[in-house]
């Protein structure tokens, strides 16, 4: 039952007229069954998985919370292992068992298909266990009390619009949510279905148009020019984007029908003036995730073990920071997949800020002695650009099949040339038409977001008419048959 289905929307209905109709006091439990009733619509006996993940977090977290700090770090390390033990089993099962042939069931609707003659990575398991370690890392800091009720603690972790991509919620944001008595809302509604459509507009006008031309390219690189795979590349960049801001736009949008406000995941990435400006508005709750959870404690623990006030004619502060921020990206690489490539990609992030942060008071001189106001609108579009650049020539490792696939690619870029490929003129009007939307979309909210909106206009008849537009194009011009979302196989 994937979003982009009309499935999911008639799902989606169903349990929205219901949860308005049920009491007050029923409604956190119709939610948890229409969410086990949607992970069901799947692979059905990686239920059993999650049940399981879900006993072993809500009763240790109980015994976490009231222990002596002394003995808290050494249970939640414990709990954190056996987290990760699970993860890792399902993520690497094929890598270390290759030639398995183990049956499991898909459904359709909730009816049985043809079986998956592989292990497959349950859907969402990677977001589940970073929510319960996350979960657990409050409760061991003392930030929140262990949830006491086995069916809110259920709701929080598989709350059917976050489940599959997230976002990772913190439990104090949305456990307090779950157990409020909400009113129906028309505002609520409106803004829900108005993010819904443009998560639609996203995925199937602008992610899955994209697809078409960048699996035609990255699929047969070493037949296509360096001009080709560089335009294969920034249609990649805004593929991925749209289609994982497609999916938060629509998991945001069904949530707030129930009056439920979810983290928005994402503002406006490539608009940012730096590497570390790209992470504080690229996938914004995993990449908070890791500067609080894993980023600041390990530089915080290197700083008190580092006493020497430098290494190497190298201040320890720039050590501190270089050695912790390049694990954290590799421990980002290695989440989204398994590969060369993916560690690859995570690790070059990490070069990038330590390379920022080594240079900062030299590129702060330099500045100065050029005139440049770090505030100027020029410097800022050039920052924009670099930046754009940079994060463009790691998402080579990230599409690329293998390291050396990447490699190749890369070489063609910048010694090859030609008149770029396309199959069809339309399709790539329509491609360049969907980026420019999304781009029009993204400068207006970044530089003029008091100025004149379409679908939050104060006339009725404007948002009326922004919407019958934006279905109408989604029709016309939409990709009906790109398949799931990327980050589903994470």
């Keep these: 039952m994937l979003f982009n289905s009309l499935i999911y929307l008639f799902f989606l209905s169903v349990v929205l007229v219901c949860y308005y109709i049920f009491p007050g006091r029923l409604r956190w439990i119709w939610l948890l069954i229409a969410s086990i009733g949607y992970y069901l619509s799947f692979i059905p006996i990686f239920i059993l998985l999650l049940a399981a993940i879900i006993l072993i977090n809500f009763f240790p977290a109980k015994i976490l919370a009231g222990l002596p700090d002394g003995k808290r770090s050494r249970f939640l390390a414990t709990i954190v292992v056996l987290n990760i033990l699970v993860l890792a089993f399902f993520k690497y099962f094929n890598n270390i068992f290759p030639a398995n042939q ?38 061991k800091r003392q930030n929140i009390q262990p949830e006491k009720h086995l069916g809110y603690f259920s709701l929080y972790l598989l709350f059917f619009p976050r489940m599959a991509q997230g976002p990772i919620e913190r439990p104090q944001h949305l456990i307090p949510q779950l157990r409020q008595n909400r009113q129906f809302n028309y505002n609520d509604l409106t803004e829900g279905l108005i993010l819904i459509l443009w998560g639609y507009f996203k995925k199937l006008v602008v992610a899955d148009r994209l697809a078409i031309y960048v699996n035609a390219v990255y699929n047969n690189n070493e037949q296509h020019n360096g001009t080709s795979l560089i335009l294969a590349t920034v249609f990649f960049a805004f593929q991925i984007y749209a289609d994982f801001s497609g999916y938060t736009d629509i998991a945001l949008g069904s949530a707030r029908l129930f009056g439920i406000n979810l983290t928005n995941n994402f503002k406006r990435p490539y608009l940012a003036t730096s590497i570390k400006d790209f992470w504080d508005r690229w996938h914004i709750t995993f990449s908070t995730w890791l500067r609080d959870y894993l980023f600041l404690p390990m530089a915080y623990s290197l700083t008190r073990q580092m006493k020497e ?27 989204h997949g398994v590969g060369w490539t993916y560690l690859v990609w995570g690790v070059l992030f990490g070069v990038y800020l330590a390379y920022a942060n080594m240079t900062k008071d030299f590129n702060k001189a330099l500045r100065k002695k050029l005139h440049i106001k770090k505030k100027s609108q020029l410097y800022n579009y050039w920052q924009i650009l670099i930046t754009f650049l940079l994060v463009l020539f790691a998402w080579i490792f990230f599409r690329a099949d293998s390291l050396t696939e990447a490699i190749n690619i890369i070489v063609k870029v910048f010694t090859s040339s030609g008149f770029p490929f396309y199959e069809t003129l339309s399709g790539l009007l329509f491609s360049v038409f969907g980026i420019m939307m999304l781009i029009t979309v993204d400068l207006k909210r970044e530089f003029f977001n008091d100025s004149f909106s379409i679908l939050y206009n104060k006339y009725q008849f404007v948002r009326i008419a922004g919407i019958v537009i934006i279905v109408l194009t989604i029709l016309l011009i939409g990709v009906f048959d790109g398949g799931q979302f990327i980050y589903f196989q994470f």
């Design 102 to 139: 183990i049956h499991l069931y898909n459904t359709d609707v909730f009816f049985r298909v043809d079986p998956v003659n592989k292990m497959v990575l349950p859907l969402g398991l990677t977001y589940l266990i970073f929510t319960v370690l996350g979960y657990q890392i409050e409760v």
């Design 309 to 335: 006030p430098g290494y190497f004619l190298i201040a320890t502060d720039k050590w501190v920071y270089m050695i912790a921020i390049m694990i954290t990206f590799a421990v980002c690489g290695i989440w």
